[in-house]
């Protein structure tokens, strides 16, 4: 698949679980099947780019205290531009915390060329 000029950061729906993913994917990063073939697609699914880089990588958890009435929570990842404008807000995941539980939280930002692209490496 070649990338039109200009088409970087054009989007479409997966077909499978219906989330907005890129136009060049090969695999969706929801529900991870398959698009279409690509053999970097593979090395995108594991979580190991083979023709990008991981930009970011945050690992965290959140925990209740063993006593007290449950807790609710609610996952907002912001995307902001350089100049702070929020460009889009999304909530990822909700849910609620019984005394003792525990949630883990990873958020990783990939970053790459589009297939076919062409210009400055």
């Known amino acids: 698949m070649s ?3 200009g088409a970087a950061g054009r989007t479409r729906t997966c077909p499978h679980c219906r989330a907005t993913i890129l136009e060049s994917a090969a695999v969706c990063p929801a529900c991870r099947h398959h698009l279409r073939f690509d053999p970097a697609s593979k090395a995108r699914k594991t979580g190991k780019p083979a023709t990008g880089e991981v930009a970011l990588g945050i ?12 807790w609710e929570y609610s996952v907002v990842v912001v995307i902001r531009d350089g100049t702070g404008q929020e460009v889009d807000r999304k909530v990822v995941g909700v849910g609620s915390l019984s005394p003792g539980d525990q949630r883990f939280v990873s958020l990783s930002v990939e970053v790459f060329k589009p297939i076919g692209s062409r210009g400055p490496s």
Do not use: C, L, M
């Open 3 to 5: 990338v039109r000029p």
């Open 59 to 70: 690992e965290g958890s959140f925990s209740h205290p063993a006593v007290g009435e449950p």
